[in-house]
């Protein structure tokens, strides 16, 4: 790489970092348990999905945007982002990070693409029903997931029974992290956006939220079996992002259904820090053996 390129893409993912930083206490300590050959690439994922996911969800609205002007904002930038992917550089120093980790990375349109179908659903599809969830989530989340798993094993030579399995795992994470947010964040999605994704649910009582608390919990118990597959440099992190969603969803679980479209759940910063030593410890003794 030139001076002149090195100098952009280092610039470009002081960027990525800030994006991570401003917007995820919890994605933004779970990077930094990552081995140093991951972490910038994940946090160069985090920014391009984040942008996207910003533009959707009132940002370009509160700048002026209608719907279809957000639709063809959007569409800009996935074009970009492909672009990008393709030629290795783009003057959108966000999308020019990210398209560094995907050609390193082996990332292509299979998993960028349905990402950027569900942002247009935000656009367009107010609620979900069980079909349009489960899509929405694949192409929202579990995607996602599948482009960290890609950073994790590049270069990598993996048997075809264990990638599946890894994939498996990444795609249960990715979809118990959407599931869970969508959980904590229905009033802001109710209120404010107007959209309801769990689907089924027109207003969630206790009920509703324990089916859907057993859902998370599941995709969970699925991922956390597949962490001892990956590459150790990157499994204290996987197992800390794990285990904090696992304490988010114990939290809903003990929230009155009510009360969730009026206070947003979270996790204080004091158990995240607990469950990032503990995730820490648990790969340093699986070392060991």
């Known amino acids: 790489m030139n001076d002149a390129l090195a100098r952009f893409t280092t610039t470009a993912e002081i960027a990525t970092t800030n994006v991570i930083h401003s917007y995820s206490t919890s994605f933004g300590l779970a990077t930094r348990l990552l081995g140093r050959r991951h972490r910038q690439h994940i946090r160069n994922i985090y920014a391009m999905v984040r942008v996207a996911d910003e533009t959707v969800d009132g940002v370009a609205a509160e700048a002026g945007l209608d719907a279809e002007d957000q639709r063809r904002a959007l569409n800009d930038y996935?074009?970009?982002?492909?672009?990008?992917?393709?030629?290795?550089?783009?003057?959108?120093?966000?999308?020019?990070?990210?398209?560094?980790?995907?050609?390193?990375?082996?990332?292509?349109?299979?998993?960028?693409?349905?990402?950027?179908?569900?942002?247009?659903?935000?656009i367009a599809q107010r609620f979900h029903n069980a079909a349009s969830h489960e899509a929405y989530v694949y192409g929202s989340a579990e995607v996602v997931g599948l482009m960290c798993l890609r950073v994790f094993t590049r270069d990598l030579a993996i048997s075809p029974e264990r990638t599946a399995k890894l994939e498996h795992g990444a795609r249960q994470l990715g979809a118990a992290f959407q599931n869970v947010n969508f959980l904590r964040d229905i009033a802001d999605d109710t209120e404010r956006l107007g959209r309801g994704y769990l689907a089924g649910e027109d207003t969630l009582d206790d009920a509703g939220r324990d089916?859907?608390?057993?859902?998370?919990?599941?995709?969970?118990?699925?991922a956390q079996r597949t962490i001892p597959l990956l590459p150790r440099d990157a499994r204290a992190a996987v197992r800390s992002a794990t285990a904090l969603f696992a304490a988010l969803a114990n939290r809903v679980a003990r929230t009155p259904a009510t009360d969730l479209y009026v206070r947003r759940v979270r996790v204080p910063d004091g158990v995240k820090a607990l469950l990032a030593a503990r995730s820490l410890i648990t790969t340093a003794l699986e070392r060991r053996r």
């Open 78 to 122: 996935a074009t970009e982002t492909h672009r990008a992917m393709s030629i290795g550089y783009s003057s959108n120093m966000i999308v020019h990070a990210f398209a560094r980790t995907a050609r390193e990375s082996g990332i292509g349109e299979d998993l960028t693409g349905p990402f950027f179908s569900s942002m247009r659903d935000d």
């Open 211 to 222: 089916r859907w608390v057993e859902a998370v919990r599941a995709q969970l118990r699925d």
